[in-house]
């Protein structure tokens, strides 16, 4: 083998060791992202059941308000009615 040849073989090494790296760097990133992005989808998923039960709570409050409101009436209308 000619030491042209064998200098060829270790640049082409050295461009595939510089490559993989590249590839592994790449990969770590991807990784780091893909955990940054499935934290903040379980943490949009909490947030978001959080909010259906305080919507639940809130249409229950609603309604318990409405049927105050609405016996309140009854009995001023009654009131009037009825002196």
């Known amino acids: ?6 200098m ?3 640049t ?8 993989t790296k590249g590839l ?17 989808q ?6 978001n059941s959080q909010l259906r039960r305080d919507k639940m709570l809130l249409v229950d ?3 318990d308000l409405q049927k ?3 016996v309140t009436q009854t009995t001023k209308a009654a009131r ?3 002196g």
């Open 1 to 6: 083998m000619s030491c042209f040849h064998t």
């Open 8 to 10: 060829g073989i270790v």
């Open 12 to 19: 082409q090494l050295d461009k595939q060791k510089n490559v």
């Open 24 to 40: 592994e760097l790449n990969t770590a990133t991807l990784r780091s992202r893909l955990a940054e992005v499935e934290s903040a």
């Open 42 to 47: 379980q943490n949009q998923e909490s947030e």
């Open 61 to 63: 409050h609603v309604a």
């Open 68 to 70: 105050r409101v609405s």
């Open 80 to 82: 009037v009615l009825w």
